[in-house]
C-alpha cells in the first residue's frame, strides 16, 4: 500500500519560512517524479514544484526563487523549503508521486496546511 505523510505545515509570518516533507512509504521515491502542490480555498490544485531523478528541478513562476524542492532517496523522502513566505502561498499543500514508468498513475498525501500571516 502507498502512503505520503506530509508534515511541517503552519502559521507563520509573511517573510517566514517553513520546511515540509513527504515521507513516502510502499514506493521508492528514486523510481517516482515527485511533486508539491498546493490548493487555496475556492481555487484548483496547482503545481509548486516537481523532481524527476537528476534533473534539474521545476518550480512554478511564483515560487521560483523562494522555494526549494528536494529528495534524500535514503530517508524516502521529499522536502519543500519555503522561504520569504507571502500570504498568497496560503493553501493545502500535497505531495504527489508519479511512477515514470507509468506516469498516468498518481499517488497523493493528505495534505497539510501552510498560512501565511500578513
Known amino acids: 500500500q502507498v502512503q505520503l505523510v506530509e508534515s511541517g505545515g503552519g502559521l507563520v509570518q509573511a517573510g517566514g519560512s517553513l520546511r515540509l516533507s513527504c515521507i513516502a512509504s510502499g514506493i521508492s521515491i528514486r523510481n517516482h517524479a515527485m511533486g508539491w502542490y498546493r490548493q487555496a480555498p475556492g481555487k484548483q490544485r496547482e503545481l509548486v514544484a516537481t523532481?524527476?531523478?537528476?534533473?534539474?528541478?521545476k518550480y512554478a513562476d511564483d515560487v521560483k526563487g523562494r522555494f526549494a524542492i528536494s529528495r534524500d532517496n535514503a530517508k524516502n523522502t521529499v522536502y519543500l523549503q519555503m522561504n520569504s513566505l507571502k500570504p498568497e502561498d496560503t493553501a493545502a499543500y500535497y505531495c504527489?508521486?508519479?511512477?515514470?514508468?507509468?506516469?498516468?498513475?498518481?499517488?497523493w498525501g493528505q495534505g497539510t496546511q501552510v498560512t501565511v500571516s500578513s
Open positions: 504527489n508521486a508519479q511512477p515514470r514508468w507509468a506516469p498516468t498513475i498518481q499517488y
Open positions: 523532481v524527476i531523478g537528476v534533473d534539474a528541478p
